[in-house]
Antibody, heavy 119, light 109 residues
Protein backbone atom coordinates (compact mmCIF):
# COMPACT_ATOMS: atom_id res chain seq x y z
CA UNK A 1 0.00 0.00 0.00
CA UNK A 2 1.04 3.59 -0.53
CA UNK A 3 2.98 5.03 2.38
CA UNK A 4 4.44 8.48 2.85
CA UNK A 5 6.44 9.11 6.00
CA UNK A 6 7.74 12.58 6.80
CA UNK A 7 10.62 13.35 9.13
CA UNK A 8 12.93 16.18 10.06
CA UNK A 9 10.59 18.54 11.87
CA UNK A 10 11.47 20.23 15.12
CA UNK A 11 12.00 23.54 16.84
CA UNK A 12 14.23 26.03 15.05
CA UNK A 13 15.06 29.68 15.58
CA UNK A 14 13.96 32.36 13.12
CA UNK A 15 16.47 32.81 10.31
CA UNK A 16 17.79 29.28 10.58
CA UNK A 17 17.40 26.35 8.19
CA UNK A 18 15.81 22.94 8.29
CA UNK A 19 15.44 20.03 5.89
CA UNK A 20 12.35 17.84 5.80
CA UNK A 21 12.29 14.39 4.27
CA UNK A 22 9.50 12.17 3.01
CA UNK A 23 10.07 8.46 2.46
CA UNK A 24 7.75 6.93 -0.10
CA UNK A 25 6.83 3.29 -0.62
CA UNK A 26 4.15 1.13 -2.17
CA UNK A 27 4.09 2.82 -5.57
CA UNK A 28 6.34 3.69 -8.49
CA UNK A 29 7.76 6.88 -7.04
CA UNK A 30 9.46 8.13 -10.20
CA UNK A 31 6.14 8.35 -12.08
CA UNK A 32 4.39 10.80 -9.76
CA UNK A 33 4.70 14.47 -8.99
CA UNK A 34 5.14 15.13 -5.29
CA UNK A 35 4.01 18.04 -3.18
CA UNK A 36 4.50 19.67 0.18
CA UNK A 37 1.39 21.11 1.85
CA UNK A 38 1.42 22.78 5.24
CA UNK A 39 -1.07 23.59 7.95
CA UNK A 40 -0.43 26.21 10.62
CA UNK A 41 -1.80 25.34 14.07
CA UNK A 42 -5.58 25.61 14.02
CA UNK A 43 -5.61 26.87 10.44
CA UNK A 44 -6.40 25.56 6.99
CA UNK A 45 -4.28 23.91 4.33
CA UNK A 46 -1.71 25.79 2.28
CA UNK A 47 0.05 24.33 -0.73
CA UNK A 48 3.82 24.94 -0.54
CA UNK A 49 5.62 23.36 -3.50
CA UNK A 50 5.53 20.70 -6.20
CA UNK A 51 8.22 18.80 -8.08
CA UNK A 52 7.54 16.85 -11.24
CA UNK A 53 8.21 13.13 -11.49
CA UNK A 54 11.42 13.71 -13.45
CA UNK A 55 12.65 16.76 -11.49
CA UNK A 56 12.28 18.93 -14.58
CA UNK A 57 9.74 21.30 -13.06
CA UNK A 58 9.41 22.86 -9.63
CA UNK A 59 6.85 25.42 -8.51
CA UNK A 60 6.43 27.26 -5.25
CA UNK A 61 3.87 29.28 -3.35
CA UNK A 62 4.75 32.97 -3.23
CA UNK A 63 5.05 32.76 0.56
CA UNK A 64 8.09 30.46 0.33
CA UNK A 65 9.59 31.31 -3.06
CA UNK A 66 13.29 32.06 -2.79
CA UNK A 67 13.54 30.54 0.70
CA UNK A 68 12.39 26.93 0.23
CA UNK A 69 13.69 24.37 -2.25
CA UNK A 70 11.92 21.15 -3.13
CA UNK A 71 13.96 18.22 -4.37
CA UNK A 72 13.74 14.47 -4.80
CA UNK A 73 15.96 11.43 -5.16
CA UNK A 74 14.15 8.87 -7.28
CA UNK A 75 16.83 6.27 -6.56
CA UNK A 76 15.91 6.49 -2.88
CA UNK A 77 12.16 7.10 -3.24
CA UNK A 78 12.64 10.25 -1.23
CA UNK A 79 11.26 13.78 -1.31
CA UNK A 80 12.86 16.73 0.45
CA UNK A 81 12.06 20.29 1.43
CA UNK A 82 15.00 22.52 2.19
CA UNK A 83 13.77 25.47 4.23
CA UNK A 84 16.02 28.51 4.65
CA UNK A 85 15.56 31.83 6.41
CA UNK A 86 12.69 30.43 8.44
CA UNK A 87 10.10 32.79 9.84
CA UNK A 88 7.68 32.39 12.71
CA UNK A 89 4.85 32.24 10.17
CA UNK A 90 6.39 29.06 8.72
CA UNK A 91 5.33 27.22 11.87
CA UNK A 92 3.08 24.41 10.69
CA UNK A 93 2.61 20.72 10.17
CA UNK A 94 4.20 19.89 6.84
CA UNK A 95 2.65 17.09 4.81
CA UNK A 96 4.08 15.42 1.76
CA UNK A 97 1.44 14.37 -0.71
CA UNK A 98 1.36 12.44 -3.95
CA UNK A 99 0.04 14.38 -6.91
CA UNK A 100 -1.95 13.07 -9.82
CA UNK A 101 -0.85 14.78 -13.02
CA UNK A 102 -4.10 14.58 -14.94
CA UNK A 103 -6.41 15.39 -12.03
CA UNK A 104 -4.20 17.89 -10.21
CA UNK A 105 -5.20 16.61 -6.80
CA UNK A 106 -3.48 14.94 -3.86
CA UNK A 107 -4.50 11.33 -3.53
CA UNK A 108 -2.21 10.17 -0.71
CA UNK A 109 -0.80 12.11 2.23
CA UNK A 110 1.78 11.44 4.90
CA UNK A 111 1.03 11.91 8.58
CA UNK A 112 2.92 15.19 8.70
CA UNK A 113 5.89 16.59 10.61
CA UNK A 114 5.66 19.64 12.84
CA UNK A 115 8.01 22.56 12.31
CA UNK A 116 8.05 25.21 15.02
CA UNK A 117 9.93 28.42 14.34
CA UNK A 118 10.49 30.22 17.60
CA UNK A 119 13.20 32.06 19.45
CA UNK B 1 -5.36 34.55 -7.95
CA UNK B 2 -8.39 32.31 -7.59
CA UNK B 3 -9.93 32.34 -4.12
CA UNK B 4 -12.13 29.50 -2.89
CA UNK B 5 -14.74 30.48 -0.30
CA UNK B 6 -16.44 27.72 1.65
CA UNK B 7 -19.72 28.04 3.47
CA UNK B 8 -20.88 27.71 6.08
CA UNK B 9 -17.84 28.00 8.30
CA UNK B 10 -19.42 25.58 10.77
CA UNK B 11 -22.35 23.26 10.19
CA UNK B 12 -24.08 21.65 13.18
CA UNK B 13 -26.13 18.57 12.35
CA UNK B 14 -27.17 15.28 13.89
CA UNK B 15 -26.30 11.76 12.70
CA UNK B 16 -28.71 10.65 10.02
CA UNK B 17 -29.25 14.17 8.69
CA UNK B 18 -28.19 15.46 5.29
CA UNK B 19 -25.22 17.82 5.01
CA UNK B 20 -24.70 20.29 2.18
CA UNK B 21 -21.36 22.11 1.96
CA UNK B 22 -20.59 24.85 -0.52
CA UNK B 23 -17.40 25.97 -2.24
CA UNK B 24 -17.44 29.08 -4.41
CA UNK B 25 -14.58 30.13 -6.68
CA UNK B 26 -13.78 33.77 -7.41
CA UNK B 27 -13.39 32.92 -11.11
CA UNK B 28 -14.64 30.22 -13.43
CA UNK B 29 -12.53 27.11 -12.83
CA UNK B 30 -14.47 24.63 -14.95
CA UNK B 31 -14.86 21.28 -13.22
CA UNK B 32 -11.85 19.17 -14.03
CA UNK B 33 -9.65 20.34 -11.19
CA UNK B 34 -11.90 20.66 -8.15
CA UNK B 35 -11.38 18.25 -5.28
CA UNK B 36 -12.76 17.77 -1.78
CA UNK B 37 -10.88 16.48 1.27
CA UNK B 38 -11.91 15.35 4.73
CA UNK B 39 -9.68 15.98 7.72
CA UNK B 40 -10.23 14.62 11.21
CA UNK B 41 -8.40 15.99 14.25
CA UNK B 42 -4.77 14.92 14.36
CA UNK B 43 -4.96 13.25 10.97
CA UNK B 44 -3.84 14.05 7.47
CA UNK B 45 -6.44 15.10 4.93
CA UNK B 46 -8.08 12.35 2.88
CA UNK B 47 -9.17 12.73 -0.73
CA UNK B 48 -12.93 12.32 -1.04
CA UNK B 49 -13.89 13.74 -4.43
CA UNK B 50 -11.91 14.56 -7.57
CA UNK B 51 -12.93 16.15 -10.84
CA UNK B 52 -15.76 17.92 -8.99
CA UNK B 53 -17.99 14.83 -8.83
CA UNK B 54 -16.05 11.54 -8.80
CA UNK B 55 -15.61 9.64 -5.56
CA UNK B 56 -12.09 8.57 -4.69
CA UNK B 57 -11.29 4.94 -4.01
CA UNK B 58 -13.04 3.57 -0.95
CA UNK B 59 -15.27 6.59 -0.34
CA UNK B 60 -18.84 5.57 0.62
CA UNK B 61 -21.64 6.45 -1.77
CA UNK B 62 -23.34 8.65 0.84
CA UNK B 63 -20.75 11.24 -0.30
CA UNK B 64 -21.62 12.98 -3.54
CA UNK B 65 -20.55 16.20 -5.17
CA UNK B 66 -21.47 18.39 -8.08
CA UNK B 67 -20.84 21.73 -9.68
CA UNK B 68 -18.90 23.54 -12.34
CA UNK B 69 -17.76 27.05 -13.09
CA UNK B 70 -17.79 28.87 -9.80
CA UNK B 71 -20.22 26.93 -7.60
CA UNK B 72 -19.54 23.49 -6.16
CA UNK B 73 -21.35 21.39 -3.59
CA UNK B 74 -20.43 18.41 -1.41
CA UNK B 75 -23.38 16.46 -0.05
CA UNK B 76 -23.40 13.77 2.61
CA UNK B 77 -26.76 12.07 2.36
CA UNK B 78 -27.03 10.52 5.83
CA UNK B 79 -24.44 11.54 8.34
CA UNK B 80 -22.57 8.82 10.18
CA UNK B 81 -20.67 9.58 13.41
CA UNK B 82 -17.35 9.24 11.58
CA UNK B 83 -18.30 11.98 9.07
CA UNK B 84 -17.94 14.80 11.57
CA UNK B 85 -14.73 16.50 10.51
CA UNK B 86 -13.41 19.48 8.59
CA UNK B 87 -13.90 19.53 4.82
CA UNK B 88 -11.77 21.44 2.33
CA UNK B 89 -12.21 22.12 -1.35
CA UNK B 90 -9.14 22.54 -3.55
CA UNK B 91 -8.55 23.77 -7.06
CA UNK B 92 -5.71 23.82 -9.55
CA UNK B 93 -5.05 26.78 -11.78
CA UNK B 94 -2.39 29.24 -12.69
CA UNK B 95 -0.08 30.64 -10.03
CA UNK B 96 -0.36 30.03 -7.11
CA UNK B 97 -1.14 26.75 -8.80
CA UNK B 98 -3.04 25.01 -6.02
CA UNK B 99 -5.39 26.67 -3.54
CA UNK B 100 -7.65 25.42 -0.79
CA UNK B 101 -10.81 26.82 0.67
CA UNK B 102 -10.71 27.83 4.32
CA UNK B 103 -12.68 24.74 5.36
CA UNK B 104 -16.10 23.87 6.73
CA UNK B 105 -16.26 22.26 10.15
CA UNK B 106 -19.06 19.71 10.36
CA UNK B 107 -19.89 19.21 14.02
CA UNK B 108 -22.36 17.11 15.93
CA UNK B 109 -25.43 19.03 17.05
Amino acid sequence: QVQLVESGGGVVQPGRSLRLSCAASGFTFNTYAMHWVRQAPGKGLEWVAVISYDVSNKYYADSVKGRFTISRDNSKNALYLHMNTLRTEDTAVYYCARGRRLLRDFDYWGQGTLVTVSS
Amino acid sequence: EIVLTQSPGTLSLSPGERATLSCRASQNIGSSYLAWYQQKPGQAPRLLIYGASSRATGIPDRFSASGSGTDFTLTISRLEPEDFAVYYCQQYGTSPWYTFGQGTKLEIK
